[in-house]
Structure formats: structure tokens, C-alpha cells
């Protein structure tokens, strides 16, 4: 007896190797991209993350640098989408506050674009030292990942140490301080 094949039976098998090689194919094509992929890391202590020349826009459209020469800087990286950002204000503020007596700097990057950014933006402490990147440039070109996150830079602009996510310690300022005058 010859057992004849059912041709729709042949056609729904070509099908399923079709789509399921097509299916591989695109998942090691994924998997390639993957490993391969251009990925920055975040920075760690000690490493140059700004220069004397990298000034970017505040909320008035003026250029600031970022690093300022005579002194350390806390730079703050923040969007008005993030809860804990809009929930971190008066911490920032006490930060920027105690460590302005220190002789650091504060400046805080916030990534988003909207109404609600503008306003956040004025909320923090020294609104004209805000610098403003509604494309996310700048935070990509540092290497900055996680908001909300505090970097204190030295004055030649190499990375001092990072608190991300930051520590809900009411003795920040102080450790901050302290890190500011051994890395002056």
C-alpha cells in the first residue's frame, strides 16, 4: 500500500520550517546586536566626566559651564517624571545649602522636555545654574544611567565619587563635604 501525502500537509510544513527559521534567524541577529552593541558604562571614581569647556544651556537659553574652576561641583541628575526626583527637592536644596558654604558648586542636569520639566527645574535649588537637556545628550555623553543620582566632580573635572540611587541619610551633606575637601 503507497501512503500518498496530503499536498496541504506539505504546505503547512514548509510554513512552519519557514517561520520558525525565519523565527531563529532573527533571534541570532538579536543576540549578535546584543553582545555587539555600544553600551557606556557608568563612570567610576576617578575618570574625567566634564571639561572646563563643556557648557551647556539653563533654562533662559545662556550657556554655564559646567565645571566650574575654582571649586568642586555636585552635579545632580534628575527628569520631572521621576517621583523620587520631584520627591528629592528639599533634599536637594538642604544639599545644595550646606555644601554652598563648603565652597562647592551645585549643578543639576534635567533630562526632559515638558511644562512640568520648567517647573520642576525651578523648584531646585539655584534655578540659574539648571542646565537643561531635553534630549538626554548630555546624560548619555557622561555616562549617566539611573535618576536620581548625585556626582561630585573635582576641580579638574575627574569624578570624585557617585551616590546612585541616592541615600535617604540625613548626614549626606556632611559625607559629601568631606569627600569635597579630600579630593581638593
Not at 501525502?5 to 504546505?11: A, D, T
Not at 551645585?106 to 533630562?111: L, M, P
Not at 548630555?138 to 569624578?159: A, E, K, T
Not at 535617604?168 to 569635597?180: C, K, Q
Request: hydrophobic share 45%; with cysteine.
Amino acid at each position: 500500500m503507497v501512503a500518498l501525502v496530503n499536498p496541504r500537509k506539505r504546505s503547512t510544513r514548509a510554513l512552519r520550517v519557514l517561520l520558525w527559521g525565519g523565527l531563529g534567524a532573527w533571534a541570532l541577529w538579536l543576540g549578535i546586536f546584543y553582545v555587539t552593541r555600544n553600551v557606556r558604562r557608568a563612570p567610576r571614581a576617578g575618570e574625567q566626566i566634564l571639561t572646563r569647556r563643556l557648557v551647556a544651556s539653563n533654562l533662559d537659553g545662556r550657556g554655564i559651564p559646567l565645571l566650574p574652576g575654582d571649586s568642586p561641583v555636585v552635579v545632580l541628575a534628575a527628569t520631572s517624571e521621576c517621583a523620587a526626583c520631584r520627591l528629592g527637592v528639599p533634599r536637594y536644596q538642604e544639599i545644595a545649602r550646606r555644601l554652598s558654604a563648603e565652597g562647592v558648586a551645585f549643578r543639576a542636569i534635567v533630562g526632559s522636555d515638558s511644562v512640568a520639566a520648567r517647573q520642576f527645574s525651578r523648584l531646585l535649588p539655584e534655578p540659574g545654574s539648571v542646565v537643561w537637556d531635553p534630549e538626554q545628550k548630555l546624560f548619555r555623553s557622561l555616562g549617566m544611567h539611573v535618576v536620581p543620582s548625585l556626582y561630585l566632580v573635582g576641580r579638574d573635572g575627574r569624578l570624585l565619587q557617585s551616590w546612585t540611587p541616592l541615600p535617604s541619610d540625613d548626614r549626606m551633606p556632611e559625607a559629601i563635604a568631606r569627600v569635597a575637601r579630600r579630593g581638593r
